[in-house]
């Protein structure tokens, strides 16, 4: 139970286009997390597929059966907000309690799947406190334990985990997807952090100004983003991208950049005499010794996040971030020289990647 389709959902706010045909598939049991920027929609998705507000057209499927008609009960998903409002005047106990009441689940199964989940979540020692008597990070997980324990065909969750402080971030980031590993909900999670998306979903799906760019496994979206918006929109710190001309030179394909020029090797079509941007990520790029290609860059700054260091450099008037081992002896100063992995170039053009 639980798999969810879209089609072609549209909705706008007087002349705001909130969603623009929206298509999306999610299989049961899968974690997909829909990622972008503030503003894109997301939100008010997860809205249309729970019930609370119409599409002005497409249709929400759940299970393969379209649920427009339904109410938002019956259509039996749960949602966990940014927000996790708990009634404050219940203990942890009667919260996780309420929404089985209202759906008539009987005491005895309600009393069970109460401990199951506080054993899941870790938060069987705090069944009998108020929301008052928790910190954050106890009152998110009692917000999820709240939707887990309905069991429902689909969890959505908005942006769940963006009140928390970075470190707690991080560990209800694991708990969740461990309690998934183990109960194979199927649900559809909603962020503007790329980190969050790419290390909690089986599917990432980016969105921008209403519309799905790309959706797919989160190696392949990093790898292999369809356009600009995502290639820069994933990735920390972004990818580089270059402006420049295809030419051809000799029979060969050529780069000409700003300041570099660069052999392209490979290229699936003739771009001959076409703008084009070059992409490649800061860890594609190469320290060396002495290489025939190599580019002379200088080094400007170096950020060390602890784990690595990333260098921005100067090429001609163009910026560069290069990926380095947090041992590594650069200066300041420094002119090094640098070669792009081929086979990690990305090429787009109007801003597609081919
Ligand atoms: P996100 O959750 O991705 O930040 P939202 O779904 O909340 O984005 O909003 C998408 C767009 O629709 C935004 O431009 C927002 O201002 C607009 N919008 C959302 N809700 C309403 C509303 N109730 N009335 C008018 N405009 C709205
Ligand atoms: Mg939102």
Known sequence: MGSLKLKKISKYYGDVVALSRVD?????????????????????LLQII?????????????????????????????????????YPHMTVAQNLAFGLRMHGVPR???????????????????????????SGGQRQRVAMGRALVRRPNLFLFDEPLSN????????????????????????????????????????VVVMQNGSVLQAGHPETIYDSPADIFVATFIGSPPMNIFEGKVERINGQFMFQGEDFSLNLKDIPQNLSEKRVEL????????????????????????SNVGSEKFIHARLGSNDMTIRIAKEADIRLGEIIQVVMKPSMLNIFYNGRRI
Not at 108 to 130: D, F, N, S, Y
Not at 168 to 192: A, C, D, P, S
């Open 164 to 203: 928390l402080d970075a470190r707690l971030r991080v560990n209800v980031r694991l708990e969740l997807k461990r309690v998934h590993q183990q109960t194979r909900g199927t649900i559809l999670y909603v962020t503007h952090d790329q980190v969050e998306a790419m290390t909690l979903g089986d599917k």
């Open 279 to 302: 992409g490649i990520r800061p860890e594609d790029i190469e320290i060396v010794h002495k290489a025939e290609d190599a580019l002379r860059v200088k080094v400007e700054m170096i």
């Open 50 to 86: 729970a019930g609370l507000i119409p599409q002005y057209e497409g249709s929400v499927l759940i299970d393969d059966q379209p649920v427009d008609h339904l109410t938002p009960r019956e259509r039996d998903v749960a949602m966990v907000f940014q927000s996790y409002a708990l």
């Open 24 to 44: 999306l598939s999610i299989d049961e049991g899968e974690f997909c997390v829909l990622l972008g920027p503030s503003g894109c929609g997301k939100s008010t």
């Open 108 to 134: 005895a199964v309600r009393e069970r799947r109460i401990i199951e989940t506080a054993e899941l979540l870790g938060i069987t020692h705090l069944l009998a406190r108020k929301p008052r008597q928790l």
